[in-house]
């Protein structure tokens, strides 16, 4: 009896593998981020969004290791997520912080993701092409929460009582950082390489811990993207995995973002560079979002001594010079014209940004009214004797 109870002991101590504290963080650490890595690969990147095709040998993998460690089904997942970007930062949107608030998508993420997968109108509309074979019929699906009651029981046959505490980071782990960090941080707070038309955010440069999700604004403008970063100094872990596997031939890369050509020394805009700028607005205001940070450099001292602007306006009018002029608000629409009486540089800077996203609107013109419109655009802008913006134009005009 002595014997049995000190086995017992011993195996609710160590388990079957006798791994130390610290080893058995490392383990936790390792199986969570190939969770991140499923998620990311198969569920978003594969399956909602098409941007790559997967061999069959790593896309079953995914399917299980999502069974056992998270419940999800794919259908679900690749529905909601394909409705939050329909719909995205609107009163339809599944977990937008901007519509529920930070506080309920960030604490209660996994809640709004449980109650749309109850919708059989979103499943219907936008759970298309997910798999319909027999094991997600029989298993993934119809027995979703077995998996994780199977994790469970093998965690503690692995590591005694701790495996309990494995069990409950792993439960936790998408909740937290794709339900609260991406669904709401995401939303809310960082920062913008590309104004895209919602308020989604790259919360960090380095997109390792969840995967390369991070990098959130860059994929809410090239959705279609298998590659998430964007900048030189970004990295997303995902995309690494992605061509690895593609090395091997268990992946190809199907939609990357449009990468920009140039035609030098081109005397003048026309319907090749028409095309060419509205297939790469985003590229294109990026761009001109870097002409006016110059253009405030160059104004700033002006404001500060001669205007005698306080620092606390020109902080805020900074940020909105940066901002998409149709989404300001009355107030802040205010603050430009009254900046705008101080610096005629940056008033032009901002008036020539609006009328270029109307080339973006074009329904109501035709191709030759549009390229005219470029064409006096670029002339306009090469002949404000504002270096900044005749730097861009000279830019804008050569893309091919």
Known sequence: MEFSLNAVLQFLDEGLTGLSAWQTVVYTL????????????YLHRHQAHRALELHAIPSHFFRFWLWLTTGQVTKEWAAIHRKHHAKCDTEEDPHSPVTRGIKKVFWEGAELYRAESKNKETLAKYGHGTPDDWIERNLYTKYSWQGVALLLIVNVMLFGAKGITVWA???????VTAAGIINGIGHYWGYRNFDCSDAATNILPWGILIGGEELHNNHHTYATSAKLSS??????????????????????????PPKP???????QADFETLQAVIANRYDVMAKYAASVKHAWAEEVEHLKHKAQLESGFLKSARKLMQREPAKLEAPQQQQLVELFQHSKALETMHNMRVELGVIWERSHFTRDELVQKLQDWCQRAEASGIKALQDFSLRLRSYA
């Open 30 to 41: 390792i199986v969570t981020h190939i969770t991140i890595a499923s998620v990311t690969i």
């Open 231 to 256: 900048k030189w100094y970004e990295f997303d872990i995902g995309w690494g995995y992605i061509r690895a596997m593609e090395m091997v031939g268990l992946a190809k890369v199907k939609k990357m």
């Open 169 to 175: 980071v792993q439960m936790l782990w998408i909740p």
């Open 261 to 267: 050509k140039f035609a030098k020394n081109k005397a």
